[in-house]
C-alpha cells in the first residue's frame, strides 16, 4: 500500500488531479471529507475544530497498491480550498458516462405493461 500520508494542500490537489486523470479510462477514486479532531492525548490543546480532513484514494483492490492521500485544511485556508478542490473534481469528471435515460424508461413502460396485463387477465 502507498500510503503518502498528509500532504500540504496544494500538492494534495495537484496528486487528486493526477489520480483522477489516471482512472478516467478505467478505475475509480474515492473521497472523503470530515471534520479534522487530532487525537493527541498528551496535551490538552483545544483543537481548530473548523479544520477539515480531505482523503483521497485509488480504486484499487490490491493492497500493496493501493494509494492513499490526505491533507488537513484550516479554517481560514477552507475557502480559497474550495474553490481549487471543486476545479480539479469538476476537471477529473469528463471522462463519466452519462445515464442513458431511454433504457430505464424502457424498462419502466416494460413493467407497466406487464402490470397492466397482469391485472385484465385477472
Known amino acids: 500500500m502507498s500510503v503518502l500520508g498528509r500532504l500540504p494542500n496544494d ?5 487528486l488531479a493526477k489520480t483522477l486523470k489516471a482512472a478516467e479510462t478505467k478505475g475509480s477514486v474515492f473521497l472523503t471529507q ?22 483521497a484514494t485509488d480504486g484499487n483492490s490490491d493492497k500493496k497498491k493501493k494509494v492513499k492521500f490526505s491533507t488537513v485544511v484550516k479554517a481560514e485556508d477552507l475557502e ?6 471543486t476545479e480539479v473534481i469538476k476537471a477529473g469528471m469528463v471522462g463519466l458516462r452519462k445515464k442513458d435515460k431511454k433504457k430505464k424508461a424502457k424498462s419502466k413502460a416494460k413493467a407497466a405493461a406487464a402490470a397492466a396485463a397482469a391485472s385484465s387477465t385477472k
Not at 500538492?11 to 496528486?15: A, G, I, N, Q
Not at 470530515?34 to 482523503?55: I, Q, W
Open 80 to 85: 480559497a480550498f474550495w474553490v481549487k478542490y
Open 11 to 15: 500538492e494534495y490537489l495537484e496528486k
Open 34 to 55: 470530515k471534520r479534522y479532531s487530532p487525537k493527541d492525548g498528551v496535551t490538552n490543546e483545544v483543537p481548530d475544530t473548523n479544520a477539515l480532513l480531505f482523503r
